[in-house]
């Protein structure tokens, strides 16, 4: 299972920080990516990036300036840090699991709702 | 910058059979993509529904299935029911540990 944790609320210019717990599983399994997709409020899925238990990370090429993701695997955790958030990065932010080998998101969070707002 | 096509709203009959298509805005789907999907009721998070083009995930009904037409990936839902009224994103691997979800299908049961 993964469960997400944050601030549900981020002002604008600042930077949104998420964590994802894993339980159930060794996030350093090696059979697994670790990653994060969001939804804009009445908008699709966004793909926004990666990690590998080594710390190898993939990024959305159009967050890449922005986004950091980050693993600890002595927490079994992994973490999303977003910088100069807008009103755009309002959304529905979901972290997921990625099967290395068969290449889809087949574990998701619950989703944590972030809200960009003075 | 990959663009992954979905109709945005399909309808389907009680009982019928639907299918949703998944393509590039340059170029053709292949297996090569992995093609997954995931359906989406309000509220909910994503559920895994079909990976790798056409293996279901487990613990779904076998009216949900997947395959290549054409240049597009597909998802097709045969003997379709009131609860597969969802919205339905496709996602493509790039390679490289990138993927692109589509913008997704809005699909009515009626």
């Known amino acids: 299972q993964l469960q997400e944790s944050g601030p549900g609320l981020v002002k604008p210019s600042e930077t949104l920080s998420l964590s994802c717990t894993v339980s159930?599983?060794?996030?350093?399994?090696?059979?697994?990516?670790w990653g994060w997709i969001r939804q804009p409020p009445g908008k699709g899925l966004e793909w926004i990036g990666n990690?590998?238990?080594?710390?190898?990370?993939y990024y959305n090429p159009s967050l890449k300036s922005r986004v950091t993701i980050s693993v600890d695997t002595s927490k079994n955790q992994f973490s999303l840090n977003l910088t100069s958030v807008t009103a755009a990065d309002t959304a529905v932010y979901y972290c997921?699991?990625?099967?290395?080998?068969?290449?889809?998101?087949?574990?998701w969070g619950k989703g944590t709702t972030v809200t960009v707002s003075s | 910058q990959t663009v992954v096509t979905q109709e945005p709203s399909v309808s389907v009959s009680p009982a019928g059979t639907v299918t949703l298509t998944c393509g590039l805005s340059?170029?053709?789907?292949?297996?090569?993509?992995?093609p997954s999907w995931y359906q989406q009721t309000p509220g909910q998070a994503p559920r895994t529904l079909i990976y790798?083009?056409?293996t279901r995930s487990s613990g779904v009904p076998d009216r949900f299935s997947g395959s290549i037409l054409g240049n597009k990936a597909a998802l097709t839902i045969t003997g379709a029911q009131a609860d597969d009224e969802s919205d339905y994103y496709c996602?493509?691997?790039?390679?490289?540990?990138?993927?692109?979800f589509g913008g997704g299908t809005k699909l009515t049961v009626l």
């Open positions: 790798s083009t056409n």
């Open positions: 340059s170029g053709s789907v292949s297996t090569s993509y992995y």
């Open positions: 990690i590998y238990y080594s710390g190898t990370t």
């Open positions: 159930g599983g060794s996030i350093s399994s090696g059979r697994s990516y």
């Open positions: 996602a493509l691997y790039m390679g490289s540990g990138i993927w692109v």
């Open positions: 997921a699991r990625a099967s290395y080998y068969y290449c889809y998101m087949d574990v």
